[in-house]
């Protein structure tokens, strides 16, 4: 019945922030393809009370760290926080992978019961790792990566699910859809969005 | 080191949601107060090829359902996705809800390490319990229910990150952050998005 705690974040995090690396890569690029500024889109929002996407790129990284950090009581690596292009963006997540991948998978053992406090200027947050987890770090991170999903896909980057999903690991396929989702995206395999 | 296969996919589930049935409460409620026929929004899409509203909100259901069918063994029940209001996506989710409440934990008891197998007309995708928990239907679900979210907040519903997160289990607070996050959406809870 159990899932591993190293396995439920550290690599979920891994996995997923290289799949940001890699729409980010696609998002630059399209801003050669289509000629306008990169820094339009990275301050472009969904909605003019939301974060644009430079932002939702930082806090989604800033939740891998601090997810990883506080379940194994190491300390958090504490960013500027200034970044304001492609290649900045894209030095921020090596840092935050670099990080995650230093921690250790006996690390995180016992975590899901040991106690994580969240410490902000206005209070504080108290959780058991399986909690905080579960219901706090996964779905803000979620919230973050897909926001910047959307946002992007909103503003005619081409990308598709299996972008976002990434090469999932432990996967294997048989037939058509081995050859569909091990390649590049293609209108049929854009379908489910 | 150990997380619940239960806990981490059929409460998480639930939890989620519930969360989504209320930010469609909330879309349902924006219809009437800004005056437009609530199909337009449901029909809504954030780019021409993905998903309007109403299918974001059957697919994220169906992750959720085909999850905890798949990680014990019992028969993913068939939906007919034919819903086209408001009100029979909210019933479509309390199906959902039942469904996933009449599985017990127990029969989650040892699912990391089975095997699961997705069969599709083109094809099988084949995992271990956990893998599948954690690199797909996750993934999938948070995808498809962050879609749902982004399309609404877009189109200008009033929400913020407290409205996805919902009431975060086991999560106890402390100082001014306990006001601010228990009770409704504010201006200044919805600051981090």
């Given at each position: 019945m159990s899932n591993s705690m190293y396995q439920g974040s550290a690599l979920v995090f891994t996995h997923n922030l290289k799949n940001l690396s890699k729409l980010l890569k696609k998002a630059a690029a399209d801003c050669k393809v289509r000629g306008y500024d990169p820094s339009v889109l990275l301050n472009t929002?969904?909605?003019?009370?939301m974060f644009p996407l430079v932002k939702q790129v930082q806090v989604a990284t800033d939740n891998a760290k601090g997810c990883c950090a506080r379940l194994t009581g190491v300390a958090n690596p504490l960013f500027e926080d200034d970044e304001t292009t492609f290649p900045e963006l894209q030095e921020r997540i090596k840092r935050v992978l670099a990080f995650i991948r230093?921690?250790?998978?006996?690390?995180?053992?016992?975590?899901?019961s040991r106690q994580v406090e969240m410490k902000t200027p206005i209070g504080n947050l108290t959780f058991n790792g399986a909690d905080y987890l579960n219901g706090w770090a996964l779905p803000n991170f979620y919230f973050h990566y897909g926001a910047a999903y959307n946002l992007l896909r909103h503003n005619g980057?081409?990308?598709?699910k299996l972008d976002f999903l990434?090469?999932?690991?432990?996967m294997t396929m048989s037939g058509k859809i081995a050859k569909m989702m091990s390649g590049k995206t293609t209108a049929k395999t854009k379908k489910k969005r």
């Open positions: 929002r969904l909605a003019p009370d230093s921690l250790k998978a006996a690390q995180f053992e016992g975590s899901d980057v081409q990308l598709g990434g090469p999932v690991p432990g």
